[in-house]
């Protein structure tokens, strides 16, 4: 698995969100790390072609995806910054339901979510009803969302904004469960929150990539 992002350029009407963005990816978790308005979220919108860059590509295993978008969605999971939650669905019943919009297999749907149930450690929470739960359950159930297409890239935008201390951690230790044969991209504007778990730091401002490197070299010249 090999995504490339090749010069992306983003213009709206007033500014431009991303300027000749470039870099290359392979399996392992990266740190999109940037100030707010950097251009992190229009980033990982493209790259879950939720909206077209104005310039560039991305390419997985050579293969533009924002030319035909809709086979992608398939290999890509997204945790966007905010979910529209069902509030009054149970976990179980939320998580079917995704499953449906994403065309999992209905008769591998009960297994898959049970399997990602008790990998995020949420088994106690299958029956009940999203809006009783915290923002740190919430975080786990958007986790599992993702992750239910098995997808090979998984994008996190801001997934450690809501959550206290203790949340933070647990968070971190389901994210060094998964990697391996996946590419994540988990953006943030604090980069304590994902120096020890990024094997690559990407540092974004104002829509331009100032450079990326292991956390390491990273930390020396901040
Ligand atoms: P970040 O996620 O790093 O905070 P964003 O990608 O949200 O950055 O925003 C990058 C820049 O693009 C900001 O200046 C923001 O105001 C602008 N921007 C983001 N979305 C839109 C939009 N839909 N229309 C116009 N400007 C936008
Ligand atoms: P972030 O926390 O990533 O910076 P924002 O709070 O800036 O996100 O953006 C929230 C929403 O507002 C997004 O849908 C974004 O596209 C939109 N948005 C952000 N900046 C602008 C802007 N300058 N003009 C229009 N829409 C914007």
């Known amino acids: 698995m090999e995504l490339k992002i ?6 709206y009407k007033h500014n431009t969100a991303l300027n000749n963005f470039t870099c290359d990816l392979n399996p392992g978790i990266y740190g999109l790390v940037g100030p707010n308005g950097a251009g992190k979220t229009t980033l990982l919108r493209i790259l879950a072609t939720i909206i077209k860059p104005s310039k560039g590509r991305i390419l997985i295993n050579g293969k533009d995806i924002t030319l035909n978008e809709d086979n992608y969605r398939e290999i890509i ?10 509030r009054d669905y149970t976990v179980t019943k939320f998580l079917n339901y995704i499953g ?13 979510i049970n399997n990602l149930l008790n990998l995020l450690n ?3 929470y299958k029956d009940k009803k999203i809006k009783t739960l915290s923002e740190g359950i919430k975080q786990r159930i958007g986790i599992a969302q993702a992750l239910l297409n098995n ?8 997934p450690t904004l809501n959550l206290d201390p203790k949340e933070r951690i647990n968070f971190k230790n389901i994210i060094s469960r998964l990697s391996s044969d996946k590419i994540i991209i988990i953006s943030t504007h604090i980069i304590s929150d994902i120096e020890y778990l990024s094997k690559e730091i990407i540092l974004i401002q104002n829509g331009e990539k100032i450079i990326q490197n292991t956390p390491v070299e990273i930390l020396k010249i901040i």
Do not use: R
């Open 151 to 158: 997808p090979k890239i998984l994008i996190f935008d801001e």
């Open 100 to 112: 449906y919009l994403k065309d999992v297999d209905k008769n591998e749907a009960t297994d898959k």
């Open 122 to 124: 949420l088994d106690q």
């Open 77 to 86: 999971g997204y945790l966007p910054q905010k979910l529209g939650f069902y």
């Open 6 to 11: 090749e010069g992306i350029t983003k213009l």
